[in-house]
């Protein structure tokens, strides 16, 4: 390893055990990330940016968009610990779905849950699924679904001691 390359701190593939439950730090949702996510994606759509607007839709404020708070959820996930510098690649979200909306001054956690692990011997690791259950200060869910990460072995001269 190069003087300049991290080691990964997060869990390998066989660290992994269905049943495995880790929460994440909160974060508050800023009106600063709805109008950063605006400007990233190009999602300008009223109920997200013109507060008199919204003033007049269902939820009588502005809402943040349902893919900045996935995207919050996933940087979450990395922060943890648990899943930064072993993923190999995201694969899959499967039943996601948005069930409240998320407000700014709202503060979001994760609540991630293993459900499935299957090896992968060609990519050098294995797929781990994960229950991701996003969560607001009330303990509401917010939004949920499963994510589906290839996750790398653990090092052969690690595992050896």
Do not use: C
């Not at 994606?41 to 939820?59: C, L, P, R, V, W």
């Not at 407000?103 to 090896?119: L, P, Q, R």
């Amino acid at each position: 390893m190069s003087p300049l390359q991290q080691s990964p701190r997060g869990m390998y593939f066989e660290e992994f055990e269905p049943g495995q439950r880790i929460v994440t730090a909160g974060r508050t949702i800023t009106e600063s990330d709805i109008v950063n996510f605006a400007g990233l994606s190009g999602d300008f759509s009223q109920i997200h940016t013109d507060a008199e607007y919204s003033k007049g839709n269902m939820f009588g404020q502005l809402v943040a968009h349902g893919l900045l708070g996935l995207s919050i959820a996933s940087g979450m996930a990395v922060q943890s610990g648990v899943l930064e510098g072993t993923v190999i690649a995201f694969r899959e979200i499967d039943e996601w779905k948005f069930t409240r909306p998320v407000f700014i001054g709202d503060t979001i956690h994760v609540e991630m849950e293993v459900i499935e692990k299957k090896e992968i011997r060609r990519l050098g690791g294995g797929n781990v699924m994960i229950v991701m259950d996003v969560k607001n200060q009330k303990g509401e869910t917010v939004m949920k679904g499963n994510w589906t990460v290839i996750v790398a072995y653990q090092p052969k001269e690690a595992a050896n001691g």
